[in-house]
């Protein structure tokens, strides 16, 4: 079977073949056979049976606040690691409450396997009590779901969720089990590989890159005069930040890495532009823009990087790699289609040019291209301006003090809003998986679940959530889960009162009609004592001179967790910023910056 | 309704109908045909017609579905449908390069001088008569669909009580060597 190469997993326990076990036991064994060493959950009825052998498992088990924390836990679990998070609930409402990280964790391809608990198989279709027809409902949000009926067949079931999760482009999988199935017995197998694949015959991901593609991609890496890489989450998902990395010191091509790539190359290599799109900065923008090439790596030439598709890089030709064969061609028809896995294509192309130069092939000029491009860069680089004395902090100032006092290797998990632009702008990401973030579906209430479930999996990184005062209020309960769990994580909450980001499209877009997104945050609720009564320890900043030492005071503490509430200026906007649907020539750029706009042509 | 068709070609009579055939090899298992329609669904495309049945191969089902799309969201939502755990493999057929059967059958009200006319212009398309009451007649008929709709549409101006199609089957023509092999 073609694992993708992960964080190792645990080592796999040994059990008697043939030995007579619950379902509920079946269950709970599968799952250590898969090497699952923590899994984030919440009982009741249907899956209480689940439950019982749990407590005889070396498993962790997370209990969590909210089901939808669960699955958000079970996503950070899986960023940092790459391992398959597993989130177990019961079922009806807690099935429900899992939808929303089921979406986004299929929307950003995260290998997730969720565990549902059903009503009893007789029961099933009589409107039972807590029945709600799960597989029905996450049909459109996994990429695979199944309802099983017999305990014999849950060792299967649960071995193809982890398969179908993990291979391929990853995605969340959900097993939904009946009661009855889990309190009857079976007799105890562990199907091999074999079996697996042969059970699913229609599931066959291809891996590597078709030969004449990839000869046709080098050649045209090779003959570019102003060549981008965009690179995309597929190469964090496929592990290949090293082969990228390899890739950019072959060619010495400019890397741009999307919201979801942040980390997959080094922010401080000179190569590397930054983050393109709606909030990309200018250089990285535009040389998408005005690139002869674009080498598209795990990307899927989202809404929120093409702007308006018909203006978006109008002279470029595009080599798609991508694992998912509907990408291609999906949004921008691409001139080289490479179906396979980022990591292996990138090493096929890097052979390929390897051998194209010692045939003697010569790269074409790109320095004209390259003085273009650090031309931008001088030109206009990220800026805002620090605020006035006794004015609020500026939410920006704030993410630069946090990287910088960060130890290493710190990881970064953003909720969804202004703050989670400024945190991937003003981050500086060097090492891959330091970056968690809900991309594709925009959750808001993304952070503190995800970063419990990142410090779950990483107990001594540094985990930083940063997070809005909106977002905050929709999760932030899971600070009890983190408390009592000993998972100790660190909020910096960007509080400016506002859904900033919902505020700052109505004062540029509805002429500063402000409707329903002022939150008085500043009043309600207290902050500091709301995560004070969850154990926390808590901080709040107003002063510029403070925010460092407020956060060498949260860094420094590690026996519970920290909440740094950031009273921020609330009329400050994200720059640049392309508007929804605009051609990306048209970005907005920052207004100090604005006038000066005609030196990006 | 009055409905103009130009003989001899397979495209439908609505006017702009693209039609296009997949014929969608699945595993026979719960939820596949809700799989497999969701996707039209949330794309907000209608299916034409639609129809299941175990196929060949054990364990296995054939889905034939008729579809009026242009061909770039078709090629999508065919790689989406591809990507589906549950699919074994999908073939856009060519109405030209394809044979295509389907059945109706209908109850037509039928009294009188009807009757006869009826049962000549059921002789005429080759189908069949199954059942006759006071007032009514039951046909079935079974052809290229394009047969049927002239069929259905002769049978309008009696008067249709009831009707049913199956929607339309279909597989891929022979090529030439291929016939040539079965006849040997
Ligand atoms: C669950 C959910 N509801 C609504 C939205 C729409 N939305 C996007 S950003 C945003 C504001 C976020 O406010 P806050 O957390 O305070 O962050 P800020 O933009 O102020 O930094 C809203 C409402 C969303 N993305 N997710
Ligand atoms: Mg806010």
């Known amino acids: 079977m073609t694992e993708q190469s992960t964080d190792t997993p645990a080592a796999a326990p040994q059990y008697v073949e043939g030995e007579r076990i619950t379902g509920a036991q079946a269950l709970i064994r599968s799952l250590e056979m898969e090497g699952v060493d923590t899994m984030f959950g919440y009982p009741g009825g249907c899956i209480l049976p689940a439950y019982d052998p749990m407590l005889d498992s070396p498993i962790r088990h997370v209990l969590v606040r909210h089901e939808q924390g669960a699955g958000h836990m079970a996503e950070g679990y899986a960023h940092v690691t790459g391992r398959p998070g597993v989130a177990m609930v019961t079922s009806g409402p807690a099935a429900t409450n899992l939808v929303t990280p089921l979406m986004d964790a299929f929307m950003d391809s995260i290998p997730m396997v969720a565990i549902t608990g059903q009503v009893p198989t007789a029961a099933i279709g009589s409107d039972a009590f807590q029945e709600c027809d799960t597989v029905g409902i996450t049909r459109s949000c996994t990429k695979h779901n199944e309802l099983v009926m017999t305990s014999q067949g849950l060792p299967m079931a649960i071995r193809q969720a982890f398969h179908i999760a993990t291979t391929g482009r990853p995605g969340p999988t959900l097993v939904d089990v009946p009661k009855d199935v889990l309190v009857s017995e079976m007799e105890w197998y562990w199907p091999t590989d074999e079996e697996v694949l042969a059970s699913l015959p229609g599931y066959r991901p291809n891996m590597k890159g078709h030969p004449r593609m990839i000869k046709e991609a080098a050649k045209l890496i090779l003959d570019s005069e102003r060549p981008v890489i965009y690179a995309g989450g597929g190469i964090l998902k ?255 909450l960007l509080n400016n009162s506002y859904l900033g980001m919902v505020r700052q499209w109505q004062e540029m877009f509805y002429d500063e009609r402000y409707s329903s997104v002022f939150l008085d945050s500043a009043a309600l609720p207290d902050f500091v004592m709301m995560a004070e009564s969850m154990g926390c320890a808590a901080i709040r900043v107003e002063s510029p001179e403070e925010v460092g030492p407020a956060i060498e005071k949260a860094n420094s503490i590690n026996d519970r967790p920290v909440v740094v509430e950031f009273r921020t200026e609330a009329a400050e906007g994200v720059f640049p910023m392309v508007p929804a649907g605009a051609s990306n020539d048209d970005v907005i750029l920052h207004p100090t910056q604005q006038d000066r706009k005609g030196g990006l042509a | 309704m009055s409905r103009v068709r130009d003989y001899g070609t397979n495209t439908y009579p609505q006017n702009g109908f693209n039609h296009h055939i997949l014929s969608v090899l699945v595993q026979n298992r719960p939820g596949v045909l809700a799989r497999v329609s969701g996707l039209f669904a949330r794309r907000g495309y209608n299916i034409f017609s639609l129809a299941v049945a175990p196929a060949e191969q054990e364990g296995m089902s054939r889905i034939t579905i008729v579809v009026d799309l242009d061909s770039a969201p078709l090629e999508q939502i065919t790689k989406q449908l591809f990507k589906l755990i549950d699919v074994i493999k999908i073939s856009e057929l060519d109405p030209a390069q394809s044979v295509e059967r389907e059945l109706m059958i209908a109850t037509v009200k039928a009294n009188g001088a009807l009757r006869v006319e009826l049962q000549t212009l059921t002789q005429i398309f080759e189908g069949k008569i199954l059942a006759v009451s006071e007032d009514n007649l039951t046909l079935s008929i079974e052809g290229h669909p394009d047969k049927l709709d002239d069929f259905e549409e002769l049978l309008d101006s009696h008067g249709i009580v009831e009707l049913q199609r199956t929607g339309r089957v279909a597989l891929p023509k022979l090529d030439r060597s291929s016939r040539l092999r079965v006849a040997n």
């Open chain 1, 238 to 492: 496929a592990r290949a930040a090293e082969a990228l990395a390899r890739l950019v010191e072959l060619t010495g091509i400019h890397v741009v890495t999307t919201l979801m790539a942040r980390g997959a190359f080094p922010d401080d290599h000179e190569l590397n532009l930054g983050m393109p799109g709606m909030h990309g900065n200018a250089t990285a923008v535009t040389a998408m823009q005005r690139a002869d090439l674009l080498v598209a790596l795990g990307s899927r030439f989202d809404d929120r990087i093409t702007g308006k598709v018909d203006a978006f890089a109008p002279q470029a030709k595009v080599i798609h790699v991508d694992i998912d064969p509907a990408e291609q061609g999906k949004v921008r028809k691409p001139d080289v289609p490479i179906v396979g896995d980022a990591r292996l294509v990138i090493e096929e192309i890097i052979d390929e040019i390897k051998s194209l130069r010692a045939a003697g092939v010569t790269q074409a000029d790109t320095r004209a291209w390259k003085s273009k491009v650090s031309g931008w860069q001088e030109q206009f680089p990220m800026t805002y301006q620090q605020s006035q004395p006794g004015a609020a902090l500026k939410p920006q100032y704030c993410i630069e003090q946090l990287r910088d006092l960060a130890p290493d290797k710190t990881i970064v998990a953003s909720g969804v809003g202004q703050h989670q632009m400024f945190a991937s702008q003003y981050w500086h990401f060097n090492d891959p998986y330091t970056w968690v973030n809900s991309g594709g579906l925009g959750t808001m209430g993304f952070s503190i679940p995800a970063a419990i479930g990142a410090k779950a999996a990483m107990p001594d990184r540094t985990v930083w959530a940063i997070d809005g005062d909106g977002c905050f209020q929709m999760t932030a309960q899971e600070l009890v889960t983190a408390t009592l769990e000993g998972l100790p994580i660190k909020v910096a």
